[in-house]
């Protein structure tokens, strides 16, 4: 269902949620190296709506807080119209369901930021769904060269499916990764897109 407002959306789609939300307005919006929204951005203080601050969930009458704006976590949510995004209706949601953060989330960082041009090499550190989606993007712009870094070599095979070329298991050197790669390409990646998820 949506709620007074909502022009985007009519009863029945099918969307996915982010958490990384666009209201559509602001200039982060319309930036072509920004999704930081000034008003979705992420926000792990905020526990209610944007428009009142209150939640729409509770148990036992006691009212429990919205996280990252999308509460995936239950089986019924609420969300701004930002936070939701439409999907084709012949997607198959138990498939879709998975793509929604992290392959959107390498391949959009690949394709909208790095912007890897025909023929240049590029590196993605980390294989897991986010830096399989990078190297999705990498092999879409048309890389030369995609080498896949991760410190599990049981990600490579499957890595391979999107587009990466060439595997480096830091813990397979006994020097710098970064010396190994500058090693393999005469001094470097012309890109590199880093997915560890590691602060």
Wanted: charged share 20%; hydrophobic share 35%; proline share 5%.
């Amino acid at each position: 269902s949506v709620g007074e407002g909502v022009t985007d959306l009519q009863p029945g789609d099918h969307v996915l949620p982010i958490f990384t939300g666009e209201c559509g307005e602001c200039p982060h919006c319309h930036s072509e190296e920004s999704n930081m929204c000034e008003l979705l951005r992420i926000n792990t203080e905020r526990g209610g709506m944007i428009l009142d601050g209150e939640s729409r969930f509770s148990i036992n009458g006691k009212p429990i807080h919205h996280f990252l704006g999308t509460s995936t976590f239950s089986e019924y949510t609420v969300v701004h119209s930002g936070q939701v995004v439409k999907i084709n209706p012949k997607a198959p949601l138990d498939k879709v369901c998975i793509v929604s953060c992290g392959l959107t989330t390498g391949l959009g960082a690949t394709l909208n930021v790095a912007k890897p041009k025909k023929g240049q090499s590029v590196a993605v550190f980390g294989l897991g769904a986010v830096g399989l989606g990078a190297a999705e993007g990498a092999r879409i712009a048309g890389a030369s060269r995609i080498i896949g870094v991760d410190l599990n070599s049981n990600r490579f095979e499957e890595a391979k499916k999107f587009g990466v070329t060439e595997f480096v298991n830091p813990k397979e050197h006994n020097k710098p990764v970064q010396k190994v790669i500058a090693e393999m390409t005469n001094g470097g990646v012309d890109r590199s897109v880093e997915c560890t998820g590691s602060v």
